[in-house]
């Protein structure tokens, strides 16, 4: 690259980063085109090397592809990705990352995503993937990962959202689920992996997700979290998963949906983050980024168009996201999926505290 080139690059980078630019325009076809090219591409080395969580990445492609309108079944190939997702269900009951690969919590609900997505739930052994889920729990109401022990409150998430879209969320002991995680609640209204960890966004979702599919938003300190959030908005207008940290486009979704889930997804600045998303955005190939400049992947594609769908920043006549169980709002009604939300209009004791909690100073953003 000649020095022309190199400062022609450190320019479009630095505007990329500046806050007071404005963003280019959104461009679903190109990651279209990019998420049907990713799934194509077997022979890549990206392929290769994220064998242990091809069915998740399934799931995040399937559902962008849906939240962009595109017919996602047609163009990525549903009845394969139905056999793919089958064939990772294992004699115990669970599902591996890929074919062969030993039962994870996680890749249990990716692949029972997957099959959601697809109208193929009745396609598994859903009996053996209910009790798979349900034997581990833990005597505290936990959840381990797989049968190595490994506890985290992701695990939570993941057993009963998991278990809600088989219809069995009755095989776990819900209130012992619900008393875990709210014993993992911080000083400061966030949540950690375990108790005493520290509060992360990522961690927040799969714990408020969890509560509110047991229904016990009750145990939510909601303005303290929400006011906990909300400071995760940068001054590049994206949002971090916790205190002094760079901000990605994942926590776009991460934290809007909390926001959602709770009534506050008017405490952020809206503008600001969809504008920080679209600069995330890889405009000649596709794909969108964790960072203006960065290179994209799937993940990112995904929680940053899902994050844009909580903003009501897509263009069109698109389906929704269910901030809860992460599916297309169709998809989740489909199947009578329930889960308790606070809606923005019952939020206004919220919108007191933070005011006063600000000293009476500037409004909440709108």
């Known amino acids: 690259m000649s020095a022309v080139d190199e400062a022609a690059a450190a320019l479009a980078y630095a505007t990329l980063n500046d806050p007071t630019q404005p963003p280019p325009p959104f461009a679903p076809e190109r990651h279209a085109a990019y998420l049907k090219r990713v799934a194509a591409d077997a022979g890549a080395l990206e392929y290769a090397l994220t064998e242990y969580m091809r069915v998740s990445g399934v ?7 849906r939240l962009l309108g595109r017919d996602a079944a047609a163009e990525l190939g ?12 294992n004699a115990d009951g669970g599902f591996g990352g890929a074919r062969g690969h030993d039962s994870h919590v996680l890749y249990t609900l990716s692949a029972l995503q997957v099959l959601a997505l697809l109208g193929a739930l009745d396609r598994c052994d859903r009996a053996a993937a209910a009790a798979y889920v349900a034997a581990l729990q833990q005597p505290d109401g936990s959840f381990c990962g797989d ?18 879209l088989l219809g069995r969320l009755g095989d776990a002991d819900v209130g012992r689920a619900a008393a875990f995680v709210d014993a993992c609640r911080n000083f400061d209204g ?4 375990a108790p005493g960890a520290e509060s992360h966004a990522g961690q927040v979702f799969c714990c ?15 303005p303290l ?6 400071e995760r908005q940068c001054d590049s207008g994206g949002l971090n998963g916790r205190p002094e940290k760079q901000a990605d486009v994942c926590y776009s979704w991460w934290i809007l949906s909390v926001l959602r889930m709770l009534g506050a997804d008017h405490w952020i600045d809206g503008a600001r983050l969809r504008s920080f998303i679209l600069k995330c955005q ?15 992947d799937v993940f990112h ?6 994050g844009l769908s909580l903003l009501g920043a897509l263009p069109g006549d698109r389906p929704g996201i269910d901030a809860v169980f992460a599916l297309p709002e169709d998809v989740v009604e489909s199947l009578g999926l329930e889960a308790q939300t606070v809606p923005r209009n019952d939020a206004s004791l919220l919108d007191a505290w933070a005011a006063e909690r600000r000293g009476g100073g500037a409004a909440i953003v709108k």
């Open 59 to 65: 799931y995040w492609g399937l559902t962008a592809m």
């Open 78 to 89: 549903g009845p394969a990705l139905v056999e793919l997702a089958r064939g990772c269900q």
């Open 147 to 164: 049968r190595w022990g490994e506890v985290d409150t992701r695990f939570s998430y993941c057993a009963l959202a998991a278990l809600a």
């Open 190 to 193: 966030g949540y950690g992996c």
């Open 208 to 222: 408020v997700g969890a509560l509110a599919i047991a229904r016990r938003l009750d145990l939510v300190d909601r």
């Open 225 to 230: 979290l929400c006011w906990w959030l909300a």
């Open 282 to 296: 890889d405009l000649p190939d596709g794909g969108i980024a964790d960072r203006p400049g960065n290179c994209p």
């Open 301 to 306: 594609t995904f929680f940053g168009v899902g």
